[in-house]
């Protein structure tokens, strides 16, 4: 089964619609042959570090056991053509669940000479397409180092002049690239270019999942049949129909669905139609060419990279020789130099524009050196369980050092440190969530939040230790006094206007420095210096010390059809069924009531219309929530800490009254809130500072009644309501 598959079904929190734990097959036939000897084979094995998969095999807590645990007599193998991760949390984990380590291993130049994988050969194809790079875009791909957002990819995918380009690039040499693979990025660019390559004679089809953005929307069926796909990928590999006649396919086009797992041993040509950032992806789609002649393919493999002119220098995978990228670990955010320049010139920028604000003295904006910490990240890609391994550095100052230091401490030794921390795909809410008592335990929330990164430097340095078990290296800025305006400006003060512009000049310029590097500009160094002068001559005079200035503040399965979809949509009248949301603006999801995973059918009875925050809050558990129904079928009340769960997490609803009420509604498993009087916009309504729950008859009010502080603390802290004094629950006949 496929390793996503197997994370969900073997162990969750999913409820049925009595309240009570699910098992699922998967489930049941571990425990049922737990003293049975069993060989488990990991495909694709170097995405086996990966959290869920991890956990999937050696488990991460008593609760939550891993196959390792639960088959004891279990052996594993791990099987990949993608070398081995360099870093060191990585490889780390590999050997935890490998426990034999590397049994047997060939060499890519070893492989290439016996004829098992085929040379690369690398043509690089300018599209000629300009592309803009506003700063949010630049930032997004250097700092974060993420792939191209969505809306750029649908730009380039419905480019005519560049389709048509990609199409020629093969026509002209079809002889040479033989069968070829092109990756593409939308479903409508797969038809466009197997419509033209059509039209040119050439034998070529396509293959592609979900035809449109949301594939639980409530209008159209969004997925192209998997049996379609199945039977195109067979004429592919065999060169016959269905029928078996011959129908040989030179070309065949998908979106994302061969990186992994498809052997198609002919293939002589991939096409990437566009750069990434990403550089497992690149390797992996790389990889569907290099099958050499002793694995039936050829001794020479034409890798066809197409590229855009871009209007700014961005850092794209690129391959390296063999059949694998360079996947040393990248810096994510800014080298410590340009920190300390960002700093300066966002303190300049702040005095000029207010005089009456001093430049902060040396010791507040040059660091005394920095942390570098080394954290992996879930692949930006989204669609494969995969990882990258990024570089990136804490900054320390004369007056939070010693914090920085104790807080490393306390989170080296910290047993109880929560399993969370070492996962790649952590939301930002959930490590803001942690850090914040932390924060205020450790540090200066004015002081030292300079540049107002302080929680995510904390987060940095306990996803390192989480992920490495290891403190992060520390390195001193031991030049740093060099560049001490402060003490330069003591000989500076008595100097004329002229003969102090030549002095700046000269020390602006002096070889080796790195005034350059920090200011930028002679005018922001002349800047910073003058306000040194100023300091020192202020001090003489007794004025007052300039203060420091205040910092910058389920598994695969088979989908509702458009006929079907329309008449849930008819019958549950176009609204959401646990919030309430009547919007015609907002689109809404066909949800099935018993999750796929355990057998819910896909018919009219298990469907109900949810928006995607109701849809997705609750899928967290895969939990079987029935909102047609008005009476919660639990035996007795959830514990309070899953309402406070609900209310922690991440709100992007700005309507409190749907927010509480979808809360309310999980947490009693059913469309429990029958109405809500609140009036967050009149002060002078009786409805503004208490609120009324009206419940549904037959759902017991003691529920909501013995968590009500949670539940008024929920609403001031997530809900932004923190006028409300008191909640009544009351139930409606």
């Known amino acids: 089964?496929?390793?996503?598959?197997?994370?969900?079904?073997?162990?969750?929190?999913?409820?049925?619609?009595?309240?009570?734990?699910?098992?699922?097959?998967?489930?049941?036939?571990?425990?049922?042959?737990?003293?049975?000897?069993?060989?488990?084979?990991?495909?694709?094995?170097?995405?086996?570090?990966?959290?869920?998969?991890?956990?999937?095999?050696?488990?991460?807590?008593?609760?939550?056991?891993?196959l390792r645990t639960l088959l004891p007599k279990s052996q594993f193998l791990g099987l990949t053509a993608t070398p081995t991760h360099n870093d060191r949390a990585i490889r780390g984990w590999l050997w935890d669940i490998f426990k034999d380590k590397v049994i047997y291993e060939a060499?890519?130049?070893?492989?290439?000479?016996?004829?098992?994988?085929?040379?690369?050969?690398?043509?690089?194809?300018?599209?000629?397409?300009?592309?803009?790079?506003?700063?949010?875009?630049?930032?997004?791909?250097?700092?974060?180092?993420?792939?191209?957002?969505?809306?750029?990819?649908?730009?380039?995918?419905?480019?005519?002049?560049?389709?048509?380009?990609?199409?020629?690039?093969?026509?002209?040499?079809?002889?040479?690239?033989?069968?070829?693979?092109?990756?593409?990025?939308?479903?409508?660019?797969?038809?466009?270019?197997?419509?033209?390559?059509?039209?040119?004679?050439?034998?070529?089809?396509?293959?592609?999942?979900?035809?449109g953005a949301d594939p639980g929307s409530e209008t159209g069926s969004n997925q192209r049949d998997a049996n379609k796909n199945q039977k195109i990928l067979e004429r592919f590999k065999t060169g016959k129909d269905e029928y078996g006649n011959d129908a040989p396919l030179d070309v065949l086009i998908n979106v994302r669905m061969l990186t992994e797992g498809a052997d198609v041993p002919s293939v002589r040509t991939v096409f990437l139609t566009r750069q990434t950032t990403s550089s497992i992806l690149m390797t992996q789609m790389i990889g569907r060419a290099l099958r050499g002649e002793k694995a039936g393919g050829g001794s020479e493999a034409n890798i066809v990279l197409f590229f855009d002119e871009w209007e700014r220098l961005i850092d794209w995978a690129v391959p390296d020789g063999g059949d694998t990228v360079d996947n040393k670990p990248s810096v994510k955010g800014y080298f410590p130099l340009e920190y300390i320049s960002i700093c300066l010139v966002e303190e300049l920028a702040?005095?000029?524009?207010?005089?009456?604000?001093?430049?902060?003295?040396?010791?507040?904006?040059?660091?005394?050196?920095?942390?570098?910490?080394?954290?992996?990240?879930?692949?930006?890609?989204?669609?494969?369980?995969?990882?990258?391994?990024?570089?990136?550095?804490?900054?320390?100052?004369?007056?939070?050092?010693?914090?920085?230091?104790?807080?490393?401490?306390?989170?080296?030794?910290?047993?109880?440190?929560?399993?969370?921390?070492?996962?790649?795909?952590?939301?930002?809410?959930?490590?803001?969530?942690?850090?914040?008592?932390?924060?205020?335990?450790?540090?200066?929330?004015?002081?030292?939040?300079?540049?107002?990164?302080?929680?995510?430097?904390?987060?940095?340095?306990?996803?390192?230790?989480?992920?490495?078990?290891?403190?992060?290296?520390?390195?001193?800025?031991?030049?740093?006094?060099?560049?001490?305006?402060?003490?330069?400006?003591?000989?500076?003060?008595d100097l004329s206007f002229k003969t102090l512009k030549e002095e700046l000049k000269?020390?602006?310029?002096?070889?080796?420095?790195?005034?350059?590097?920090?200011?930028?500009?002679?005018?922001?160094?002349?800047?910073?210096?003058?306000?040194?002068?100023?300091?020192?001559?202020?001090?003489?005079?007794?004025?007052?010390?300039?203060?420091?200035?205040p910092t910058t503040p389920?598994?695969?399965?088979?989908?509702?059809?458009?006929?079907?979809?329309?008449?849930?949509?008819?019958?549950?009248?176009?609204?959401?069924?646990?919030?309430?949301?009547?919007?015609?603006?907002?689109?809404?999801?066909?949800?099935?009531i018993t999750p796929r995973m355990f057998g819910g059918p896909t018919v009219i009875e298990n469907g109900q219309l949810l928006c995607q925050p109701c849809n997705s809050t609750k899928y967290v558990g895969t939990h079987e929530i029935n909102f047609r129904q008005t009476q919660s079928p639990l035996e007795k009340s959830k514990d309070r800490i899953e309402l406070q769960n609900l209310l922690s997490k991440p709100n992007n609803d700005n309507n409190p009254i749907r927010s509480l009420t979808r809360v309310i509604n999980i947490f009693y498993h059913c469309r429990a809130v029958k109405a809500i009087d609140c009036d967050f916009t009149n002060r002078r309504s009786p409805h503004y500072y208490v609120w009324t729950i009206h419940l549904h008859k037959g759902n017991d009010p003691d529920w909501l009644l013995s968590c009500k502080n949670d539940l008024i603390a929920g609403i001031h802290q997530k809900l932004g309501c923190a006028y409300l004094q008191d909640i009544q629950i009351c139930v409606s006949e």
């Open 1 to 66: 089964m496929s390793i996503p598959t197997a994370i969900s079904n073997l162990n969750t929190n999913a409820l049925d619609g009595f309240g009570k734990i699910c098992k699922t097959a998967l489930r049941e036939y571990v425990e049922h042959y737990q003293d049975s000897e069993f060989f488990v084979v990991i495909d694709e094995a170097h995405h086996s570090p990966a959290y869920g998969c991890r956990n999937l095999l050696i488990g991460n807590s008593e609760s939550k056991p891993g």
């Open 107 to 211: 060499e890519k130049a070893t492989l290439i000479a016996q004829g098992i994988l085929a040379r690369p050969n690398y043509i690089e194809v300018p599209t000629g397409k300009k592309v803009e790079v506003d700063d949010k875009l630049f930032y997004s791909l250097t700092r974060q180092h993420k792939d191209l957002p969505e809306s750029i990819i649908e730009i380039l995918a419905r480019d005519k002049d560049r389709n048509n380009l990609i199409v020629n690039a093969y026509v002209k040499n079809k002889e040479k690239y033989g069968k070829t693979i092109i990756f593409a990025d939308r479903w409508f660019q797969c038809v466009y270019l197997k419509e033209k390559l059509l039209e040119k004679g050439i034998q070529a089809d396509a293959i592609y999942s979900h035809i």
């Open 350 to 493: 702040r005095h000029i524009k207010n005089p009456d604000i001093p430049l902060p003295p040396f010791s507040a904006i040059f660091p005394v050196g920095w942390y570098q910490t080394d954290v992996v990240y879930a692949n930006t890609d989204g669609q494969t369980d995969s990882m990258e391994s990024f570089v990136e550095f804490v900054m320390a100052y004369e007056h939070n050092k010693d914090k920085f230091d104790d807080f490393i401490e306390f989170i080296s030794n910290n047993k109880n440190l929560d399993d969370e921390w070492a996962r790649e795909d952590l939301s930002e809410s959930w490590c803001q969530s942690q850090i914040e008592p932390w924060a205020a335990q450790y540090f200066d929330l004015e002081a030292d939040n300079f540049g107002n990164k302080l929680y995510a430097d904390l987060a940095r340095l306990v996803r390192h230790v989480a992920q490495t078990e290891e403190k992060p290296s520390y390195y001193s800025f031991a030049d740093r006094w060099r560049y001490n305006l402060d003490n330069l400006a003591e000989a500076w003060t």
């Open 506 to 549: 000269k020390e602006f310029s002096s070889p080796g420095s790195l005034w350059k590097t920090f200011y930028k500009t002679f005018s922001r160094f002349e800047t910073a210096a003058s306000a040194a002068i100023m300091r020192i001559l202020d001090k003489e005079t007794g004025s007052p010390p300039p203060t420091t200035p």
């Open 554 to 592: 389920p598994p695969q399965s088979t989908s509702f059809t458009p006929e079907q979809k329309a008449q849930i949509v008819q019958r549950d009248g176009y609204r959401c069924l646990c919030c309430g949301i009547d919007d015609r603006r907002v689109r809404l999801q066909v949800d099935h």
